[in-house]
């Protein structure tokens, strides 16, 4: 990788990566507390709807105030996209229309593009891929965020000449999850409705994660970034801790759960009656791979390794993310070495809007983490057949027709504007989708 060492040579010749933010929420936040200790990088721009927000967060996090004055505070993303002393922007947003935007604009400008926003990602990434190679930029996934890394164990075992069986991550998850509301969120959390809001949490945010929503969201990413494949019928969200990897995931011919070789899965931290599962892998991530022969077989037992029955599948983890801190890797390795640290490779699976409860026409659609969705992973091709409605679409849109609760909402049962950007990319990258399909 070398990106420290290159790095230090464009601190010493005088010419950093110049970095763009748009969003300095809390990913974009934990990012800003490296900079000043990550040498050949600089922000020179950051882009928030509350510049002077943005401006409190610099100071929140540590930044003295030369470095604050000699920042630009603007609130507009399409003018930060346009300077000339930005190489590299960095979209952390989480809205999936404002991140499509951002691309194309950077796209536009022939600016790389690291992009935190994996509902925008899923929503249209395909689309959003391919525009980036005709701009001749990077396009990359955010290094500390769990698509990248989980994109990197898959690089390493498959270039260690491994066959990768399973990858995914964990997190806390019971069935009845799916149905939870911003309202009754915070319990889940141990935290009360007034604990929360003095922390200046979100409700609706913080439900996203519980609800299935980010799951689905980040392995339809890893799916689409990896060349793995989606369960049929959703995450099955296993309890499983790490000493159990291999032997449970692996295809149900082998004694495991997967329906077959090469697929993504989220195990969870919680058994399904509430105890907390041994040596859970609540914030990591994980690869399931599988020795070619039995020399390399052999090998896994004389050096110590985890495996399965047979001794032939193991698996890699990493306990921990560390989300925006690890960011500058992403920036880097887009600037320094043209690479992306993951990306869209295709349209292999989908984060759906499915109903929590039983819906009726004429009802408003609330989107991620709120009353009336929760995003359910599908593979793509089952998700076209459908008409599927992405869950980054799902927001304050009215329903045409009633959907029964944990029935997939589909473009069909609301009312949409299909000339709106985000509409259209979404439809290109549908169309590469299912040009791709037919071709396999």
């Keep these: ?3 420290h060492t290159h790095a230090l040579r464009l601190a010493t010749a005088g010419k950093p990566v110049r970095v763009g933010l748009i969003g300095a929420g809390k990913f974009g936040s934990m990012f800003l507390s490296q900079v000043p200790t990550t040498p050949g990088l600089i922000v020179t721009t950051i882009a928030d709807l509350d510049p002077d927000r943005a401006r409190a967060a610099c100071a929140n996090v540590g930044w003295d105030q030369h470095r604050i004055a000699a920042t630009r505070f603007i609130d507009s993303g399409e003018a930060l996209c346009a300077r000339a002393d930005v190489d590299v922007v960095i979209e952390a947003t989480g809205h999936p229309g404002a991140g499509i935007r951002h691309a194309l604009s950077a796209f536009q400008n022939g600016k790389h593009i690291v992009m935190v926003n994996v509902e925008a990602d899923v929503l249209a990434g395909a689309a959003l891929a391919r525009r980036a190679d005709e701009a001749g930029v990077v396009y990359t996934m955010a290094y500390g ?7 990197e ?9 491994f066959k ?3 990858a995914g991550k964990g997190t806390k998850y019971l069935p009845e999850y799916h149905h939870v509301t911003p309202e009754g969120v915070w319990g889940h959390y141990g935290l009360t409705p007034e604990e929360a809001k003095a922390a200046g949490m979100n409700p609706q945010m913080f439900n996203s994660f519980l609800d299935g929503t980010k799951s689905a969201i980040e392995m339809a990413a890893i799916a689409n970034g990896c060349d793995l494949t989606v369960p049929v ?10 000493d159990d990897l291999p032997q449970l995931l692996r295809p149900k011919s082998e004694g495991g759960i997967l329906e077959g070789s090469g697929m993504v899965e989220v195990v969870s931290s919680l058994e399904r009656d509430g105890r907390p599962v041994f040596r859970d892998l609540r914030w990591g991530v994980y690869v399931v791979f599988e ?15 985890t495996t399965d029955s047979t001794g032939r599948l193991a698996a890699m983890y990493k306990p921990y993310h560390l989300i925006g801190l690890e960011l500058g890797i992403s920036v880097l390795s887009a600037a320094i070495h043209g690479e992306p640290t993951g990306r869209n490779r295709g349209f292999r699976g989908d984060a759906v809007a499915t109903a929590k409860r039983d819906l009726k026409a004429g009802e408003m659609l609330d989107g991620e983490g709120g009353f009336t969705v929760w995003g359910k992973l599908m593979p793509a091709d089952a998700s076209l057949k459908v008409g599927g409605l992405p869950i980054g679409l799902a927001h304050n849109l009215r329903l045409k027709n009633d959907v029964a609760m944990d029935r997939p909402v589909t473009f069909a049962d609301v009312e949409i ?5 985000p509409v259209r990319i979404r439809r290109e990258a549908e169309q590469l989708g299912a040009l791709a399909m037919a071709t396999e």
């Design 145 to 151: 965020d769990q698509p990248a890394l989980v994109s």
């Design 291 to 305: 020795a070619p022969n039995d020399y390399a077989a052999a090998c896994f037992r004389q050096y110590g390794m």
């Design 164 to 166: 990768v069986v399973c």
């Design 417 to 421: 504007d299909e000339t709106t950007e």
């Design 153 to 161: 164990q898959v690089e390493w075992a498959r270039a260690s000449g």
């Design 233 to 242: 019928d959703g995450l099955a969200f296993p309890p499983c801790g790490v």
């Design 1 to 3: 990788m070398n990106l």
